[in-house]
């Protein structure tokens, strides 16, 4: 005895459209597809800003103008711990010349709690030398200098 198979589908049950399921497929593969996008342009963003903060603060102190590299990038806690005779002292120290050029390994941006963060890391690099670079800026606004280090390369 053979069970008929029936090739309909049982009174009462439906399948969606196949039109209904790639509909909803396709959206929501563009919904992903925009988190995507405004995700990049927010990363990119920062680490543009954050390479935008280094090249500024990196021009000053190379031409020696760095009362206003001190004023205008070091945030007011890297203020206590660094004067600005010793932030001058220090830099004039490096011998920093036109041919220091700014060589980038790390630029890292984030954001958490309502606050920015920005991490560059790399090298200015010399004729006939190279110092080490690391900063650290941070703000729920403007960013400002919170870490830096500078250290000659032996």
């Known amino acids: 005895m053979s069970i008929p198979q029936d090739t309909q589908h049982a009174p009462g049950k439906s399948r969606p459209p196949l039109w209904m399921v790639l509909g909803m497929v396709g959206g929501f593969l563009l919904l992903v597809a925009i988190g995507v996008v405004t995700l990049m342009n927010f990363v990119g963003g920062a680490t543009n800003k954050a390479k935008d903060l280094a090249d500024d603060f990196n021009a000053l102190i190379i031409t ?10 070091l945030g007011p806690a890297l203020r206590e711990k660094l004067t600005k005779e ?3 002292a220090g830099v004039r120290g490096l011998e920093l010349n036109g041919s220091c050029k700014p060589n980038y390994t790390e630029l890292r941006a984030s954001s958490g709690n309502g606050a920015k963060g920005a991490d560059v890391a790399g ?12 900063y650290r800026f941070e703000g729920t606004g403007e960013l400002n200098m919170v870490n830096i280090r500078l250290k000659p390369q032996a």
């Not at 020696?64 to 990038?73: E, F, L, P, V």
């Not at 090298?123 to 690391?134: F, H, N, Q, R, V």
């Open 64 to 73: 020696g103008d760095t009362g206003t590299a001190y004023d205008k990038h």
């Open 86 to 88: 010793d932030f001058t």
């Open 123 to 134: 090298s200015l690099d010399c004729d006939g030398k190279t110092i080490e670079l690391a």
